[in-house]
């Protein structure tokens, strides 16, 4: 098994943002990161994309280059755990990476289906798709995240992992995460 997927173990609390493209994960992970004092992870796959360079005659990802985002996803969450502070807010992660690669491949590396899974987290926040689509170059599907946010959700569901769902305007949406993340915080320290 591919242990470079695999969360180094920590006392942090870590939060992911999770839902389809352009539903304000990485808005909100700034957000709670800074009214929480700590640091948050970006989404490796923007980074690679940004650094690699696009042709639109081909795939934006390729199926062999999913294990080296996940692995750069890891490496960069185990990285950004050195310096938490209590919490650890992640702007996706490998279930994510999972779900997309079933969607756009229709199957995923096995090592990734794992990891996607064995990784915990305290809280997954499903963002929904009530915020405009705003392209960037590398958001490809407007027209199908009513799919994809049902997708998410019932891999969540399947999965039995902890979501709340956050939808409105940035302020609604960070106030609900918050409530929720306190009550969450509260609970893991009595």
């Known amino acids: 098994m591919e242990k470079q997927l695999a969360q180094r173990d920590s006392d942090i609390?870590?939060?992911v943002l999770y839902g389809p493209e352009s539903t304000g994960k990485t808005t909100l992970s700034k957000a709670l990161a800074a009214?929480?004092?700590?640091c948050w992870v970006p989404e490796y796959m923007r980074v690679f994309l940004e650094s690699k360079p696009l042709n639109p005659e081909e795939e934006l990802v390729t199926y062999q280059e999913l294990l080296p985002?996940?692995?750069g996803q890891m490496q960069t969450e185990n990285k950004k755990l050195e310096e938490a502070n209590t919490f650890l807010f992640c702007d996706t992660n490998l279930l994510e990476l999972q779900v997309y690669a079933q969607y756009y491949f229709g199957k995923s590396p096995d090592d990734l289906s794992a990891y996607s899974i064995k990784n915990t987290y305290d809280l997954y926040i499903l963002t929904h798709i009530d915020?405009?689509?705003?392209?960037d170059g590398l958001r490809d599907r407007p027209e199908d995240r009513e799919e994809m946010f049902?997708?998410?959700?019932?891999?969540l569901?399947?999965?039995?992992?902890?979501?709340?769902t956050v939808k409105g305007n940035?302020?609604?949406r960070l106030s609900f995460a918050i409530?929720?993340?306190d009550m969450l915080f509260d609970s893991v320290t009595e």
């Open 13 to 15: 609390i870590r939060i």
């Open 35 to 38: 009214h929480y004092n700590t």
């Open 69 to 71: 985002i996940a692995r």
């Open 131 to 135: 915020t405009p689509w705003e392209p």
């Open 150 to 155: 049902i997708l998410f959700e019932q891999k």
């Open 157 to 164: 569901i399947d999965n039995n992992l902890p979501y709340i």
């Open 170 to 172: 940035e302020n609604e």
């Open 179 to 181: 409530s929720q993340i």
